[in-house]
């Protein structure tokens, strides 16, 4: 199991984390999600033979919002 943390743009409310939630537990292989409104961060731990950080990335971008490459943390680490 991977854990990542990606910050993601444009998650202002309660409603935009649902959509971020549901988008990260849609992709194959995730097993946790938790969401910072506050840092606009997603927390998620998946299966790395199952899907790629690739996957979670592109489900976010799909729900309309921006990922933040340079200013988060990447907070990478096996679990």
Do not use: C
């Not at 995730?30 to 592109?58: G, H, M, P």
């Amino acid at each position: 199991m991977i854990t990542k943390t990606i910050v993601v743009q444009g998650m202002d409310d309660q409603e935009d984390v649902n959509k971020v939630r549901r988008a990260l537990h849609e992709v194959w292989g995730v097993n946790k999600v938790e969401i910072s409104l506050n840092r606009r961060e997603a927390t998620f731990t998946y299966d790395e033979t199952a899907a790629s950080f690739q996957d979670f990335q592109q489900a976010v971008l799909d729900q309309g919002f921006v990922i933040d490459e340079t200013g988060g943390n990447p907070n990478a680490h096996d679990m």
